[in-house]
């Protein structure tokens, strides 16, 4: 997928008068690509518009109008979209208890390379950018950002599939999925281009 640069951001000062039109877009789309893992999980599948939102949100937020501070953010937010034949999710661990929370970070540790799309006789098991530089044997965030590499036979498989499961098999904690069809019709069409 093509990452996002300066020409698709919209400036502040326009970005605060086509909010509301853009808010009800991107919560129309989230309504088709969030999906309940568990009662306490759940992912969102990124697009262009997704990525998009929490760009100009930030800039709405702070006023950003400077050019250094939007070129970073576009290099941070960017590596949430997926790189050629990738799908990108980004999962949420929700507990809203904050002791509980990170009692149970603790056991989830490695959970970024445990969530897989399952299809057929396919299984595509989810890896986090940069993962190795951050990870904690001790704990883990309670958010991750986990894109999902398709090799060409593993593509023209899922582009055919009729059911896909989301599964996380990680030692100490399992839950899975079936994807919407409209989700995977979306997720098809975004892979395939």
């Given amino acids: 997928m093509a990452k996002l640069t300066k020409t698709d951001l919209i400036p502040y000062e326009q970005y605060t008068h086509l909010y509301e039109k853009f808010l009800k877009e991107v919560i129309e789309e989230k ?12 992912g969102l599948f990124e697009s262009k518009l997704t990525v998009l939102f929490q ?36 999962l949420f661990v929700e507990i809203p208890n904050q002791e509980e929370l990170r009692t149970f ?10 969530v897989a799309l399952v299809f057929g006789n396919e299984v595509v098991t989810s890896y986090e950018p940069g993962d ?23 593509k023209a498989a899922f582009l055919d599939a ?10 100490n904690y399992h839950a899975e999925t079936v994807l919407s ?4 019709g979306d997720l098809q069409q975004q892979l395939a281009k």
């Fill in 31 to 42: 309504k088709v690509r969030r999906v309940s893992i568990s009662d306490i999980v759940s």
């Fill in 55 to 90: 760009i100009q949100e930030m800039i709405r937020a702070e006023s950003i109008t400077n050019e250094g501070y939007l070129n970073e953010m576009l290099e941070v937010y960017n590596d949430l979209l997926p790189e050629q034949n990738e799908i990108s999710m980004t």
């Fill in 105 to 114: 970070n603790k056991t989830i540790v490695g959970i970024e390379n445990t």
């Fill in 132 to 154: 190795a530089e951050e990870e904690n044997e001790n704990y883990t965030q309670s958010i991750h950002y986990l894109h999902f590499p398709f090799n060409e036979d593993q």
């Fill in 162 to 171: 009729k059911k896909v499961t989301l599964k996380i098999t990680h030692k």
């Fill in 181 to 184: 069809d409209k989700l995977l």
